[in-house]
């Protein structure tokens, strides 16, 4: 089901490839999955498990859900991906879940057996605080009592005659729970043990980072539901650098995706520095995390995009600052992709 090779590590490796930074959670995330599934080979030789869902905890825009999806990419196992919010808009929230468990058995090929051992990555969970319902949604807090029972492991009607049994799924959520530090400032003081040195500094950071039940209690979540989420890894807020390393560094970064649409016309792209530092400064006003900075660097890219195709002299286009135009800079006339593109534009 997980192949040996598939250690923890090698899942943190390749979330490296897509996201950048987020070390601990890539961490927690690896080795809660690694677990998961070396406790249902346990179980396959008749051990007793214990399931740990997990809780990832983080500001919008800074990876939990391209975290998820590129974990699903690396693991040979059905996953699945639903939005609590859309749960809290529905009335037919059994009949919502229960197209979630269909999606992935569909993801298995039908197998309901092998979509027994997936994982359904529900986002925006924190948006089932249980508070004020609307009229016609269901309340957020009866949401979580239908996800808890799938939770603890129940068998769900599929369609006429099919089951699907949710005890081995391992549920992974996520949300941005806005207020959740405030209220963790009031009910975390582990002042006492604060020394000068670093090494207990970094201890009590911890500790003071650690978000407990309670917490997520008073956040809105009801206990039984926090119960079943031991695993809880956060996403820190996304720096100046990261916003940078995100534009520029993973295999499929936006920066890397302009250079290849730019090549396959002959023609050079170079964005200098300074450019993603601007663009990542403007990323931090907006406040949504990496969301921004496709949008912009976009807005950066049309006025060359709309240039180029029209003139086949150009060799390279150079971006210095958000702030100056673009440079054209022409194809030396020795250049073979000069004569081909201006008999190609000709025709
Ligand atoms: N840590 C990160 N590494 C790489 N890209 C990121 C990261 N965080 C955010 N992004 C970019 O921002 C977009 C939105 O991130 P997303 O994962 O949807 O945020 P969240 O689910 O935490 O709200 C992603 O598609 C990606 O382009
Ligand atoms: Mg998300």
């Known amino acids: 089901m997980l192949p040996k090779e598939v250690t923890p590590r090698a899942i943190v490796e390749y979330l490296d490839q897509y ?53 699903s990419r690396c693991l040979a196992v059905p996953f699945v991906t639903a939005d609590a919010t859309s749960l809290a808009q529905t009335r037919y929230v059994n009949e919502e879940i229960e197209a979630i468990l269909q999606r992935l058995v569909d993801k298995a090929d039908g197998d309901a057996r092998r979509a027994a051992r997936g994982i359904v990555f529900i986002d925006e969970i924190d948006k089932l605080k249980a ?15 239908a996800l808890l029972k799938i939770m603890e492991g129940a068998p769900v009607k599929l ?28 009910t975390h003081s582990f002042g006492f043990i604060a020394t000068s040195e670093t090494d207990n500094q970094t201890i009590l950071d911890r500790l003071n ?43 499929n970064a936006i920066y890397h995706q302009f250079r290849e649409v730019l090549r396959a016309e002959g023609v050079e792209l170079v964005v200098a520095p300074l450019v993603f530092e601007q663009i990542a400064e403007i990323a931090i006003e907006y406040k949504t995390g990496g969301r921004s900075l496709r949008g912009i660097f976009e807005e950066l890219m049309t006025p060359i995009l709309y240039v180029v ?22 194809r030396s006339a020795s250049d073979p992709a000069a004569a081909e593109r201006a008999a190609e534009k000709k025709d």
Not at 45 to 52: H, L, Q, V, Y
């Open 19 to 71: 996201v950048v930074g987020q070390d601990e959670a890539k961490r927690t995330l690896a080795v809660a999955v690694y677990a998961h599934y070396r406790k249902l080979s346990a179980l396959e030789r008749g051990e007793a498990i214990a399931k740990s869902n997990v809780l990832l905890i983080g500001s919008s825009g800074t990876g939990k859900t391209l975290m998820c999806e590129t974990l």
């Open 131 to 145: 508070s004020s319902g609307q009229a016609n949604a269901t309340s957020g807090e009866s949401v979580q009592h």
């Open 159 to 186: 369609g006429a005659e099919r089951y699907i049994d949710t005890t081995n799924i391992l549920f992974i959520c996520g949300g941005a729970f806005v207020g959740l530090e405030k209220i963790m400032s009031r």
């Open 209 to 251: 980072n650690r978000v407990k039940p309670t917490d997520l209690f008073e956040f809105g979540l009801i206990p039984e539901f926090t119960g079943r989420l031991p695993v809880i890894a956060r996403f820190s807020d996304l720096s100046k650098s990261m916003l940078v390393r995100i534009m520029s560094v993973p295999k």
């Open 309 to 330: 195709p029209d003139h086949p002299q150009i060799g390279r286009v150079e971006v210095a600052s958000l702030f100056e135009a673009p440079r054209y800079f022409k």
